[in-house]
């Protein structure tokens, strides 16, 4: 087939043309179970009657309307962020590089407002992703993303993830925030140490910085819990969601404190589609789905199961040294005899009928729907112990 977009993806060799719960068709009719969840979006599978039922019913009403005005989902689903975390208030937008960048931008405009326009460094984390905007690659930690769009913004540094001495020495009286992912996701899914975000907030406090949790990845269930942060029980002062917050429909979130959102005053800030009566409706359906006792233990024990599965097969094939992660979002380590080979992994899995991830060259990451059940949990194992077999 002819390729009319831009070559800034390699396009795997099917195209997906419809998908129900964990399974997903191909063009050809070929079936896929799904244990990539759209990079942690669909948190809920595909095609869950609940969400057709959201959008189709909002559809029927209002679409959008600019954001002089506000709307019912909108308010709805703010209130449900808000009441289930530490957040005061919310600003919508589309993705989750754009809630990163309102962070961010809120983060400088904050310690302008209460202190002076010196304080406006950034510390984020050697390895950390937060989006493609040219603000948030260049806070992420990864060169190769960010050094060809040079010249980048200055006032940015980084230290190394889960180093609690190296980031206690980069914050001082200069730090205008401090961000990190509770999860390390897309370098390789590695989970922060309870002393590292424990260490964050004291520094924070210590110099008056805001500390950002990234939780585009971790967010809406993903670790078992609503929000990673509640699992480590260290509170930021800024939170960012999206992927999974509309699970599979387009919307993203940055959610704060009362004191902070202060700083964005009317003008501030903006999104033409942030709050869109769409996104709004599908993700307060998700969230009520997601935000359940019911859903977040299957999660958890979901994927505990899965992560000893794999343990359990990277025993015996070789392939994996470590499998890590939190809830359903899980990193297998290649063994050092594979490293550098996850992008081929995954291809053979397709092969196969399964949809996996990379994190990283040396790590295949799996997140798939938090309502996975044991028959496609088993389906997606034996076709992957497939691939692995064939693997040279
Ligand atoms: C995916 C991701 C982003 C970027 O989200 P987009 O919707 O692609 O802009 C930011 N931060 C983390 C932790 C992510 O995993």
């Known amino acids: 087939m002819q390729n009319y977009l831009t070559p800034n993806f390699s396009f795997a060799p ?8 964990s399974r997903v068709w191909d063009s050809e ?3 896929y179970i799904d244990l990539a969840g759209g990079i942690a979006v669909n ?17 029927q009403k209002l679409w959008h309307v600019s954001n002089i005005y506000t709307t019912t989902p909108a308010q709805a689903l703010a209130k449900k962020l808000t009441e289930a975390t530490f957040a005061d208030k919310v600003f919508f937008c589309n993705s989750g590089a754009e809630a990163n960048e309102a962070a961010l931008k809120l983060a400088r405009k904050y310690a302008h407002d209460h202190f002076d326009d010196s304080k406006s460094e950034i510390i984020a984390c050697i390895n950390g992703f937060h989006g493609r905007t040219l603000f948030t690659v260049s806070v992420g930690g990864q060169p190769k993303y960010s050094r060809d769009f040079a010249p980048l913004p200055p006032a940015i540094t980084h ?8 980031l206690e020495a980069a914050v001082g009286p200069q730090t205008c925030a401090v961000i990190i992912e509770p999860v390390q996701g897309e370098s390789g899914v590695l989970p922060a140490e309870q002393a590292f975000l424990e260490a964050a907030r004291r520094a924070c ?24 942060y509640q699992h480590y029980g260290v509170v930021p002062d800024i939170l960012t969601s999206a992927k999974a917050l509309g699970s599979g429909f387009p919307i993203g979130a940055m959610l704060t404190t009362d004191k902070a959102a202060a700083s964005f005053g009317p003008g501030t800030h903006g999104s033409t589609f942030g709050g869109n009566p769409l996104a709004c409706a599908v993700a307060g359906r998700a969230f009520d789905l997601i935000n359940r006792p019911n859903t977040l233990q299957h999660a958890e024990e979901q994927g505990s199961k899965l992560q000893q599965a794999l343990t359990t097969l990277g025993r015996e ?17 290649l063994s050092a005899q594979y490293a550098g080979r996850a992008g081929e992994l995954v291809q053979l899995a397709l092969q196969q009928g399964l949809m ?17 059940s ?3 949990m088993q389906e997606g194992l034996a076709r992957l112990n497939k691939a692995l077999q064939n693997w040279q």
């Open 14 to 21: 099917m195209i997906p043309e419809r998908a129900q719960g």
């Open 159 to 166: 230290v190394p993830y889960n180093n609690t001495a190296a």
């Open 374 to 376: 044991d028959e496609d």
């Open 317 to 333: 094939t070789g392939v994996f040294q470590e499998v890590r992660g939190m809830g359903m979002l899980i990193g297998c380590v």
């Open 43 to 59: 948190a809920l599978g595909h095609s869950h009657p609940a969400l057709i039922e959201a959008l189709t019913e909002q559809a």
């Open 29 to 31: 009719g070929r079936e």
């Open 356 to 372: 996996i991830l990379m994190a990283g060259a040396d790590v295949v990451r799996l997140a798939p729907s938090l309502l996975l």
């Open 205 to 228: 406090d210590a110099h008056h910085a805001l500390l950002i949790f990234d939780e585009v990845q971790t967010g809406m269930g993903r670790t078992g819990k609503l929000f990673a």
